[in-house]
T-cell receptor, first 114, second 112 residues
């Protein structure tokens, strides 16, 4: 395994379901990120974890709940989502958040909320 | 809040020709970096080039170069000798000490 991996790659869920997205990085990085990518809109930075501590939460609704058990793994727990939450969710990692290092992205999870 | 604007949703270039993608940003910070990322179809996003705001010299990476105009808050990407593999979505990004912002992207098509 190399780089940043995400599972599942595709997910369809109803508005009452609870699901989780998983991200794993094999780069020895200390910072991990969740982004939301919607068509024709800028990528939205959702959460930042630096050395396992959440440092940024850009006004994300509470129906999205992140978890970072260690520097290599990042989860996004989903519950009672809305159809407008359908998007590509990207995970990324970098050496750390404090410095302006390049971010390495995973392939994303395509989420559809029905 | 800082914003990043890419005014060209789509661009097209002939193979071997040169194309320039535009990006403007808004900030009151003095310490920041700018990036161009490339997202090929169904593939992972990767870094193309990075520019430190305190450097006056424009960054260059092989066929990719930037035109960084700090006063105008402009950061365009020039791709020379375009290749079919350059076809992708290109995102301009801004990074300050406490923020990371992306533009909406420009879809580049390369015609053989």
């Amino acid at each position: 395994e190399t780089g940043v991996t995400q599972t599942p790659r595709h997910l369809v869920m109803g508005m009452t379901n609870k699901k989780s997205l998983k991200c794993e990085q094999h780069l020895g990085h200390n910072a991990m990120y969740w982004y939301k990518q919607s068509a024709k809109k800028p990528l939205e930075l959702m959460f930042v974890y630096n050395f396992k501590e959440q440092t940024e939460n850009n006004s994300v609704p509470s129906r999205f709940s992140p978890e970072c058990p260690n520097s290599s793994h990042l989860f996004l727990h989903l519950h009672t989502l809305q159809p407008e939450d359908s998007a590509l969710y990207l995970c990324a990692s970098s050496q750390d958040w404090a410095n302006y290092y390049e971010q390495y992205f995973g392939p994303g999870t395509r989420l559809t909320v029905t | 809040a800082q914003t990043v604007t890419q005014s060209q949703p789509e661009m097209s270039v002939q193979e071997a020709e040169t194309v320039t993608l535009s990006c403007t940003y808004d900030t009151s910070e003095s310490d920041y970096y700018l990036f161009w990322y490339k997202q090929p179809p169904s593939r992972q996003m990767i870094l193309v080039i990075r520019q430190e705001a305190y450097k006056q010299q424009n960054a260059t990476e092989n066929r990719f170069s930037v035109n960084f105009q700090k006063a105008a808050k402009s950061f365009s990407l020039k791709i020379s000798d375009s290749q079919l593999g350059d076809a992708a979505m290109y995102f301009c990004a801004y990074r300050s000490p406490n923020d990371m912002r992306f533009g909406a992207g420009t879809r580049l098509t390369v015609k053989p």
